[in-house]
């Protein structure tokens, strides 16, 4: 039995085709798999932030941007930390135990909401119905706050209103404290937001 003759020039254009074809593929499926990965602009959206809290003088506030959000940093008075114990009865969630994953970290849910007592750092957008309440640190009786007013802050949308520790007063429109999001110390004067696990 003789074995079939084998024509090596269609051998050739048939390898040289199926080459072809499979570059080609490649080719066209290279910019399709591309737009799963994500932009650098939703890589920088995502991407924790260095702030430098040192010019941070007690009772001042700064605002940084993280995920497109407001994150406020408050270096509380020693005052304002007193406070915190005086109003603890008249707050919603004291301890911050309801939605704990999402708005609290373990090592933020205590009366302070924070890891160092002093510096408050918190996502600075209502819990209603996402606005950002404004700063109303001074003491004492003020228009929309109550005549024994310790400070705090006041979504002048509703009228919801938060202690030093971002912990919605009962009876308010705010369903849930103001986050508290992942965050750690880098040093004494540097803190990431955004990442709270050291790699």
């Known amino acids: 039995m003789t074995k079939p003759e084998v024509d090596q020039g269609r051998r050739t254009w048939v390898a040289i085709a199926c080459g072809a074809g499979a570059v080609g593929g490649v080719a066209a499926a ?10 650098e602009r939703a890589k920088a959206a995502g991407a924790a932030v260095e702030v430098d809290i040192s010019a941070l003088k007690p009772g001042e506030k700064m605002t940084v941007e993280w995920r497109g959000k407001p994150v ?10 007193a406070g915190l114990k005086k109003v603890e009865a008249q707050v919603a969630d004291p301890k911050s135990q309801r939605n704990p994953a ?5 090592y ?72 508290v999001p992942p965050h750690m110390y880098l040093s004494d004067t540097k803190l990431l ?3 709270d696990k050291k790699a």
């Not at 290279?30 to 932009?39: D, E, I, R, Y």
């Not at 999402?102 to 373990?106: K, N």
Request: with cysteine; glycine share 8%.
């Open 30 to 39: 290279v910019p399709f798999v591309s737009t799963f990965a994500p932009s």
């Open 102 to 106: 999402e708005l609290t970290p373990e």
């Open 108 to 179: 933020a849910r205590n009366e302070h909401r924070s890891i160092k007592p002093e510096i408050l750092v918190a996502v600075g957008i209502c819990s209603h119905l996402g606005c950002s309440p404004s700063d109303k640190f001074q003491p004492g009786a003020q228009p929309s706050l109550p005549d024994d007013w310790l400070g705090g802050f006041l979504c002048p949308c509703h009228g919801s209103t938060f202690d030093m520790a971002g912990r919605v007063f009962k009876n308010k429109p705010a369903p849930d404290n103001l986050e």
């Open 193 to 195: 937001i955004g990442e």
């Open 72 to 81: 406020w940093i408050v270096k509380r008075t020693p005052e304002q930390l």
